[in-house]
Every structure is written in C-alpha cells, then in structure tokens.
C-alpha cells in the first residue's frame, strides 16, 4: 500500500446491502475509506457535497437510476465513474449514450477485479497530474511512454519510432486521446476514420493486433491497449512504476 491509497475515498452507490458491504471491506482491505449510498435519491447532491476520489455506481437503483445519476453528476464534475451493470449485453448500449463514466463492472463481478480497476483509475489520474505538472515544468523524462506527434503523424514508444500505418495511427491516437475510455468497435470506426467509409468494425481488431505487435517489439511490458470482452478497446498506460 502506498501513501496516495490511504487518502482515497470512495462513493458506492448500490442498493443491495450485502454487494455493498462486500465492496466496501476490499476497498478498506485495500486502504481506502468508503461510503455506501443504498438508493439513488440524494445520491447527487451528496457526491457532490463530499467530493470524493471516485464513484462506483449500480445502474438500477431505487429513487434514481444510475444513469441519470451519471449525467447529472457528469455535468458538473470530472470524478471517476465505475459504472456496475447487470448484464454484459447492456454495456454496448451504454457506451453508446455517451455518459461519460470511466470503467464498466458486469455483475456478478469479483470485488478484487473491482478494486483492481478503481486503482487503475486513480494511479493513472495521479500520473496524468504529474504529467502535466512536469510538461509544465518542461520536463520531459517524466511524462508518459507513448508520444503522439498529430503534425508528423508519428508515434513513438520509449522514444522508439512505431513505423504505424495511416489508420493503425489514427486509432492508437484517439484511444490515447482519452485513456481508460472504453470505445466500441463501431464507435472507433466512426471516431478515427470518419473520412473512411469501407472500414467495418472486424478491421479494428486487425488494427489493434498489428499495433500491438510493433508495441512488442519494443518493450514486452508495452500491453497499452486492453481488449473488454464483447466491447472493444481502452487505452491504458502501463503501471511501470509500481
Ligand atoms: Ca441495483
């Protein structure tokens, strides 16, 4: 456990008592205070009253459901969502309301894989706080490990050139662009080729295959893009420093 971890709180928004207390002992086993909110009624203004680190949120809720939550909360402030969903077949459709949650959960899911995913969220955060603390400081050494040059059409890994094809380019770069958002297949088409209309959703994963691999050949530890099962892709930045 490290410093940053002890300071974290954590909102749980979930009306089933029991998932909610099991959530709440990983995050306490994990270092991190937590509160639970068993309905969605009040469950914006009091996010917003306690300002908390992140924001882990059951869709169906009691009072107000937690997309509305989502919105509203979204709105107004840039805290971390983890959106729990019932049913995988309901994430697509989600994705594509755009409600600008960070992560998706599908129930039943292990509360390890949860607190391994809040913790990603958070780190990452930090990470990009310190980025823009050191590029303001002109620093380079310290910011991140891929760079995007949108001008050359260049991208580099470790200072390593990746030779990216025109399109392999434009996909690694909108998924830079938003790291830990996860786009679907069809929404990458649309968002990195909209000039291209003969791309189909199956031809991402060519894509995503072929970047992968350059990445490889680079460093081992270079897993940046991470496939979500019967979803798509996000973009992660490696934990190298833990
Ligand atoms: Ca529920």
Do not use: I, W, Y
């Given at each position: 456990m490290n410093d940053h971890e002890k300071g974290w709180h954590i909102v749980i928004v979930e009306d089933e008592p029991s998932l909610a207390s099991i959530i709440q002992d990983y995050l306490t086993q994990a270092g991190m205070t937590s509160e639970i909110l068993n309905?969605?009624?009040?469950a914006v203004e009091r996010i917003l009253a306690v300002d908390p680190d992140l924001v882990v949120l059951?869709?169906?809720?009691?009072?107000?459901d937690g997309l509305t939550i989502c919105r509203e909360v979204r709105a107004v402030s840039d805290v971390p969502i983890i959106l729990e969903t019932a049913r995988v077949e309901e994430l697509d459709r989600l994705l594509g309301l755009?409600?600008?949650?960070d992560d998706y959960v599908c129930k039943p899911f292990s509360p390890r894989e949860l607190v391994a995913r809040v913790k990603a969220i958070l780190r990452r955060q930090e990470r990009l706080l310190r980025q823009s603390q050191a590029e303001a400081q002109d620093?380079?050494?310290?910011?991140?490990y891929l760079r995007i040059d949108e001008e050359r059409w260049a991208a580099t890994y470790m200072g390593k050139d990746?030779?990216?094809t025109r399109r392999e380019f434009q996909l690694l770069a909108l998924l830079f662009k938003r790291p830990g958002r996860v786009f679907s297949r069809a929404q990458l088409v649309e968002l990195a080729f909209p000039d291209d209309s003969d791309v189909f959703d199956r031809v991402i994963d060519t894509h995503v295959k072929n970047i992968r691999t350059k990445l490889r050949k680079i460093s081992?530890?270079?897993?940046i893009i991470r496939s979500v099962y019967g979803v798509g892709y996000s973009y992660e930045e490696p934990d190298l420093a833990s």
């Open positions: 309905e969605g009624r009040h059951d869709v169906m809720l009691p009072g107000k755009e409600l600008g949650a620093d380079d050494t310290a910011a991140g990746l030779s990216l081992d530890e270079a897993d």
